[in-house]
């Protein structure tokens, strides 16, 4: 029997039905932005997580001074953020076929021309995770400099779940510069943390818990691309392969390794489980010519079936790599987004702030809003051209 519909599409469907039902419940509690007669921002303010912050900001000391360490890392971002938007502009035009180095992430979108695909359940809780410790950081480093937090509070963009902390702003433009700059960095700063110890976690604690429990046998795949090497030599798709070129392959790992080794031009024999053998010669990858491309599609891992407490173990520890995978890119990812140099952003304030401690504010406002008008041309072509030369 199959379903018209597959359990995660419907999960999403119901997923979206709960948060709009939620939001019609609230409604009275909630402040809607529009655009046009559109609501587009659902928020909602409440007092949840300020005695936690209070709690933390009683460590002044620490927090003060991974505050100030923060600030330092912030603007050598905010720096390092505008140099690789520019450069990314200029390689558009100078290297057609080079990758983006941005790319916009909706969860469960495949975009064209994007390097990155979210899935939507590891998306949608990842994105929450880092927007809430985001904002938490802001709070805790705002209140152990004596700065009241007003409120905390839930935002829904679309059905895209978010959550903020709003300190006392009329206190925070009157603080000195440097307060100022530590509270506008701490969002990102704790970001970039927030993936440090994802990362960790995954190298030390469930990597190799996953490795224990996965058993790989080898690869296989279910599609190739057309006009690839693959689709040249006719590879089989559905079959297990776990041997290229006389070295074992038991893992999608294991390929990227021999594959690294590569060029275009090379050649790659891949044995089946039954010794079959199919030569194949790489050719330049369509989206980065340096790059081998083989052209196999929808890899995945072979393993060999283990007990039911083991299966049910290692899909947990799937599960958990995962989450803390998507955790570690979008937590480094947003946080470095939020360090360009664009008026409302992060970045964009502790630029205006610092320009506004060298020189009068009109004049430190026109520099700021001409960097923000270049910096948003250079991340909007950044964006689109790639999409719309995928979509060509």
């Known amino acids: 029997m199959s379903f018209p519909i597959s359990i995660n599409a419907l999960s999403i469907i119901i997923f979206i039905l709960v948060l709009f039902y939620l939001v019609y419940k609230h409604r009275k509690k909630i402040e809607f932005q529009k655009i046009g007669s559109i609501p587009i921002i659902a928020i909602m303010k409440t007092k949840l997580g300020i005695n936690f912050i209070n709690k933390l900001a009683k460590q002044k000391k620490f927090f003060r001074t991974l505050g100030y360490i923060g600030m330092i890392i912030g603007f050598l971002g905010m720096i390092a953020m505008f140099i690789l938007i520019s450069s990314s502009f200029v390689k558009l035009f100078t290297v057609p076929d080079a990758p983006s180095t941005v790319s916009p992430v ?3 979108v495949r975009i064209p021309g994007s390097q990155i695909f979210v899935p939507f359940w590891y998306g949608i809780i990842s994105l929450f995770i880092v927007i809430v410790v985001h904002e938490f950081g802001h709070g805790i480093i705002a209140k152990v400099h004596n700065l009241k937090i007003k409120n905390t509070g839930l935002v829904l963009f679309l059905i895209l ?3 903020f902390v709003e300190p006392d702003e009329e206190k925070l433009i009157e ?5 100022q700059h530590s509270v506008y960095a701490a969002g990102p700063w704790f970001n970039v943390l927030l993936s440090l110890v994802a990362a960790l976690i995954l190298l030390f604690a469930i990597s190799p818990a996953y490795d224990a429990l996965a058993n790989n046998q080898g690869i296989t795949f279910t599609e190739v691309a057309n ?3 693959a689709m040249q030599v006719n590879l089989p798709v559905n079959l297990t392969y ?13 390929l990227e390794i021999t594959l690294a080794d590569k060029n275009p031009g090379d050649q790659m024999i891949f044995y089946t489980e039954n010794n079959e053998s199919y030569s194949l010669t790489l050719t330049n990858h369509p989206e980065d010519n340096s790059s081998p491309y083989i052209g196999i599609l929808n890899i995945e891992n072979v393993r060999e079936k283990e007990s039911f407490g083991k299966e049910i173990l290692f899909n947990i520890t799937d599960i958990l790599a995962s989450l803390f995978f998507w955790i570690y890119v979008l937590s480094l990812g947003i946080g470095a987004a939020n360090l360009l ?3 409302p952003l992060d970045g964009g304030r502790m630029l205006f702030t610092f320009l506004k401690s060298k020189f009068k504010e009109k004049t430190a406002k026109t520099i700021s809003t001409n960097i923000t008008i270049l910096t948003v041309l250079f991340l909007l072509a950044a964006l689109i051209i790639p999409i719309v030369r995928a979509l060509i």
């Open 242 to 254: 776990n041997k290229i070129n006389e070295e074992n392959i038991s893992s999608i790992i294991d």
């Open 175 to 179: 603080a000195k510069a440097k307060i």
């Open 106 to 108: 909706i969860p469960g």
């Open 227 to 229: 006009n690839s090497p």
């Open 161 to 163: 779940p978010g959550a």
């Open 341 to 343: 140099p664009v008026g």
